[in-house]
């Protein structure tokens, strides 16, 4: 089972998990009329950007699934993908983005910890965690720009 047709599972459960959050959650009107920082990118940026990081989730929970399915590495993949999935309910639909953002430095945390957990003993997945964690830490100033400007 620990073949490549796993893959795509992982494939599937993060890049379809990640598309029916997202489309469940669309930003709305109430998210057009927040203030928002002068940072604030376009809103077509975030489906590309979050494809591309997607497809490096997926990859790297495979690996550690692979390499060994009880381990550390994977228990922290499972919290990042929970705390990634509870974000857009949670700042989009609950429409309460300083809870949000609490989960959101949550995730940064756990992001960290994986790379810093996997340097080592797998060098190319903490690699590809890293412009997940640098994307998400721009989400996380954006986001605690809007909890400061809203």
Do not use: E
């Amino acid at each position: 089972m620990k073949t490549y047709g796993s893959f795509l599972v992982f494939l599937l459960l993060v890049m379809g998990g990640g598309i029916a959050i997202g489309t469940l959650t669309a930003p709305g009107a109430w998210y057009a009329d927040l203030q928002k920082p002068f940072f604030n990118p376009p809103n077509w940026v975030f489906g590309p950007v979050w494809t591309v990081l997607y497809l490096a989730i997926a990859y790297v929970g495979w690996r550690v699934w692979r390499h060994d399915s009880r381990s550390t590495l994977l228990r922290l993949w499972i919290i990042q993908m929970g705390l990634n999935f509870l974000w857009s309910p949670v700042f989009f639909a609950a429409q309460m983005p300083a809870l949000a953002l609490a989960i959101i430095l949550c995730l940064l945390l756990t992001i960290a910890s994986f790379i810093r957990a996997a340097w080592r003993p797998d060098r190319q997945s903490a690699l590809l965690f890293v412009p997940y964690l640098v994307w998400v830490g721009f989400a996380s100033a954006l986001n605690a720009a809007i909890v400061s400007l809203n």
